[in-house]
């Protein structure tokens, strides 16, 4: 998943891609609520507004992906991160009917791979960084993580409101719900028990 980002995005916008700009890469692959297309729902996905926006949600897919890829197949892992992708764009769309910019990127899939891991990999624990005046280095539980992203993606849409900001929240927040309630259905599958 992550090199296939990787990929769209060289060929897209970087080292002479297919698109003049990124302008013009989102509006023919993202997501715009106000004049949707069905295909857009999933090749958002594959447009980042910038190389740290990339990065970003890369670092998401390898701290989170490859234990739910493990755990899923490939295929379902591919299936539930493009699902929460897209309820990502959907989530988007409801909150923000009338927005003309077009949404792209990842982070909706892969903070839904993160709710995923979460919640049907309970336990694990995520190594993070965090540098706020100080640096700290420690392992924290992956739920805490995601609770903090939540946090930040509420508070995002109390300030900014459902529509505002350059950050698309209620998508990300879409990605988590979905993500969550994959990982709440994994979790309730693995407990039944068998026969």
């Known amino acids: 998943m992550a090199a296939s980002l990787v990929a769209s995005y060289l060929v897209g916008s970087g080292w ?3 698109f003049a700009n990124l302008a013009e890469q989102a509006r023919a692959w993202g997501y715009a609520p ?4 069905p295909t857009a729902l999933l090749t958002h996905l594959a447009v980042h507004a910038s190389s740290l926006h990339l990065v970003g949600n890369l670092l998401l897919i390898l701290t989170f992906g490859p234990n739910v890829e493990r755990r899923l197949g490939p295929w379902r892992f ?3 991160f493009l699902a929460c992708g ?4 959907l989530a988007f769309g409801v909150a923000a009917p009338e ?5 792209v990127g990842a982070s909706a899939a892969a903070l839904g791979v993160g709710a995923l891991h979460a919640l049907a990999l309970r336990g694990q624990r995520i190594l993070v960084c965090v540098w706020v005046l100080v640096v700290w280095v420690g ?3 992956a739920w805490v993580l ?3 992203f939540a946090a930040l993606d509420l508070l995002a849409v109390l300030v900014a409101g459902f529509g505002g900001g350059r950050v698309a929240a209620p998508a990300h927040l879409g990605g988590l719900a979905v993500g969550a309630f994959l990982g709440l259905v994994l979790r309730a599958r ?3 028990p068998s026969s």
């Open 146 to 148: 995601l609770a903090c």
């Open 86 to 89: 897209a309820a990502g764009a």
């Open 99 to 103: 927005e003309t910019l077009p949404l």
């Open 34 to 37: 106000r004049a949707p297309r």
């Open 139 to 141: 392992e924290l539980p």
């Open 190 to 192: 693995r407990a039944q």
């Open 16 to 18: 002479g891609g297919l």
């Open 78 to 80: 591919a299936l539930a």
